[in-house]
């Protein structure tokens, strides 16, 4: 099946690219990988959650804005490549988590974007992945997630 169709299929509609925040792009092509800039839980440009994991935002409100940052990273690497049939696979995932040093689940967190990566691309979306605890992140964003994606050339 069709990456394109999967999305249809499991009621996924990718949202527009998301403008970046500073002086970069939202995603790079380069040979057979496609590098995507860290991408925030926007929702028609606006953070669907803000402050620390654990303490503001739930772990279930995160794991939600780790999904929504992949979808918009999967946006901007459709807007590189034109279509995600595109996609050899997912690469690599690394995840950022505001918190507090006492938070331990920056892993479950991240699960958000994992799982819908193999959800809708199999095999394809398992992927490396690191979860990183941060003290800060760009608007105060409670989840930042980039990704390296191996496409057809």
């Given at each position: 099946m069709k990456i394109e169709e999967r999305l249809k299929d499991l009621g996924?509609?990718?949202?527009?690219?998301?403008?970046?925040?500073?002086s970069y792009t939202p995603a790079?092509?380069?040979?057979a990988?496609?590098?995507?800039?860290g991408q925030l839980p926007l929702v028609?440009?606006?953070l669907k959650f803000e402050g620390r994991v654990g303490?503001?935002?739930?772990?279930?409100?995160?794991?939600?804005?780790?999904?929504?940052?992949?979808?918009?990273?999967?946006?901007?690497?459709?807007?590189v490549v034109g279509s995600l049939d595109k996609i050899k696979h997912i690469v690599r995932v690394t995840g950022y988590v505001r918190s507090?040093?006492?938070?331990?689940d920056h892993p479950r967190v991240l699960n958000g974007a994992s799982d819908l990566l193999v959800e809708v691309f199999g095999d394809a979306g398992v992927h490396a992945r690191s979860a990183v605890g941060s003290s800060g992140l760009p608007l105060g964003?409670?989840?930042?997630v980039e990704m390296i994606v191996e496409v057809q050339a």
């Amino acid at each position: 099946m069709k990456i394109e169709e999967r999305l249809k299929d499991l009621g996924i509609t990718l949202p527009e690219v998301a403008r970046p925040v500073a002086s970069y792009t939202p995603a790079v092509l380069s040979g057979a990988y496609v590098f995507v800039s860290g991408q925030l839980p926007l929702v028609g440009g606006r953070l669907k959650f803000e402050g620390r994991v654990g303490r503001e935002v739930s772990v279930d409100e995160a794991r939600e804005c780790a999904r929504i940052a992949i979808l918009n990273g999967l946006a901007a690497v459709r807007n590189v490549v034109g279509s995600l049939d595109k996609i050899k696979h997912i690469v690599r995932v690394t995840g950022y988590v505001r918190s507090g040093e006492d938070f331990k689940d920056h892993p479950r967190v991240l699960n958000g974007a994992s799982d819908l990566l193999v959800e809708v691309f199999g095999d394809a979306g398992v992927h490396a992945r690191s979860a990183v605890g941060s003290s800060g992140l760009p608007l105060g964003a409670p989840v930042e997630v980039e990704m390296i994606v191996e496409v057809q050339a």
